[in-house]
């Protein structure tokens, strides 16, 4: 019996190594996975993008990507306090800023789509067209709901530079609300209550909860969205994963990850049009 006993331990004590070098393998593997943290828009991952690009490039490089999905205007700020490695953003001005103060090694561009303005179907304000800044002037005159992002992203900075050139410096009439929030609550928001919104049509395109939302505006040439992406400056801050971003960058402006960029559809509509060679 003593025998036995002793076999049982024994058999106990190799299956506890077992199960604890099983463990310190699994937790080696992950600690070696390379990942980096793009700082990127709510309308790329909102309409779906990421989930479609991020499998094929980890795919294609081993390296996970851990998106956080902010306005433009925050992405970029994260950028230059370090707490991201890879920018994924779509406010050319603010981009060259960025690179101008040092805080990325260099803008590429990446893809574009478009803005389109959204609003009730029946279109109370009288709006539908191509003419942005026409539309625009037509919901200040009949104090139409409108809602704005307002959260400094890059829709939001296109947004005030329509109004801009609507000849309306500083929208504040009543019907006109910021949010302050990513665009598919802001276009959430409209839809329930039956106001108008500037969304990238990507997001739009993804958008389940329309109600009776419709495109109204679309195709004014002042309406062209482009997306850029930067390396942080490991200058700057020194521990920036800046080998691994950069192959996210190589890889995106490179004919594999442009072609997954255009093979991106949804009921057959492409997205975003691939433009990093122009």
């Known amino acids: 019996m003593n025998g036995l006993n002793t076999t049982v331990r024994?058999?106990?004590s190799f299956r506890a190594v077992a199960l604890i070098s099983?463990?310190?393998?699994?937790?080696i593997s992950i600690a070696q996975t390379p990942s980096i943290v793009m700082a990127s828009t709510t309308s790329t991952e909102q309409s779906g993008l990421f989930g479609y690009l991020m499998p094929e490039f980890k795919k294609a490089t081993g390296i996970d990507v851990k998106v956080v999905a902010v306005?433009?205007?925050?992405?970029?700020?994260?950028?230059?306090?370090?707490?991201?490695?890879?920018?994924?953003?779509?406010d050319k001005v603010a981009e060259e800023k960025v690179v101008a103060e040092g805080f990325v090694i260099k803008r590429f561009p990446v893809m574009y789509n478009d803005f389109v303005l959204i609003g009730p179907a029946a279109d109370p304000a009288g709006v539908k067209g191509k003419d942005i800044a026409l539309a625009l002037q037509k919901l200040k005159t009949a104090n139409a709901g409108f809602i704005s992002r307002g959260?400094?992203?890059?829709?939001?900075?296109?947004?005030?530079?329509?109004?801009?050139?609507a000849g309306v410096e500083t929208p504040a009439f009543s019907g006109y609300k910021a949010c302050g929030c990513g665009m598919g609550p802001a276009l959430n928001i409209a839809a329930s209550t039956g106001a108008y919104v500037l969304a990238d049509r990507g997001t739009w395109l993804n958008f389940k909860n329309r109600a009776d939302l419709a495109v109204l505006v679309e195709g004014d040439t002042r309406l062209f969205n482009q997306y850029g992406v930067m390396v942080v400056n490991?200058?700057?801050?020194?521990?920036t994963k800046v080998i691994e971003a950069q192959k996210f960058v190589d890889w995106i402006i490179s004919p594999a990850g442009q072609d997954v960029i255009a093979g991106y559809k949804i009921?057959?509509?492409?997205?975003?049009?691939?433009?990093a060679t122009k």
Do not use: C
């Open 10 to 12: 024994i058999f106990k």
């Open 22 to 27: 099983i463990a310190l393998s699994a937790t």
């Open 71 to 90: 306005g433009t205007g925050q992405a970029i700020d994260m950028g230059r306090r370090g707490d991201a490695d890879v920018l994924f953003v779509h």
């Open 151 to 165: 959260d400094k992203s890059g829709t939001n900075a296109a947004e005030l530079r329509y109004w801009k050139t």
């Open 234 to 239: 490991p200058a700057k801050h020194p521990k």
């Open 267 to 275: 009921n057959g509509e492409q997205l975003f049009f691939p433009n």
